[in-house]
Nanobody, 123 residues
């Protein structure tokens, strides 16, 4: 089991920046088997979409709508961050942290989600 807690959401002006944090907790085995962490977002009436993910090795993937503006990082096995610049009104959403853990011995990937943090962008 992994628990994820997001922080850093709030009201941001268009053109401004945000920095979200996600802290993971759980058993040592679960943390050690956490192969990736990432951020997804969901705006009202829309499907949840990928913002960015980062593997344990540091390889990052970004959604098309945030490429060049958002940066994901990790400082250890438990924490990941999302830096967003040049925010647009369409970036407003609830941002969710996600972690993928490999379960042994089945090698099944299990996804865990945080509760989400609201980001509002004023134009």
């Amino acid at each position: 089991q992994v628990q994820l807690v997001e922080s850093g959401g709030g009201l941001v002006q268009a053109g401004g920046s945000l920095r979200l944090s996600c802290a993971a907790s759980g058993s040592i085995d679960s943390i050690n088997n956490m192969v990736s962490m990432g951020w997804y977002r969901q705006a009202p009436g829309k499907q949840r979409e990928l913002v960015a993910t980062i593997t344990r090795e540091g390889a990052a993937t970004y959604g098309d709508s945030v490429k060049g503006r958002f940066t994901i990082s990790r400082d250890n096995a438990r924490n990941t961050y999302l830096q967003g610049n040049s925010l647009k009104p369409e970036d407003a959403a609830v941002y969710y942290c996600k972690a993928e853990v490999v379960a042994f011995p089945s090698f099944t990937r299990v996804s865990y989600w945080g509760q989400g943090t609201q980001v509002t962008v004023s134009s």
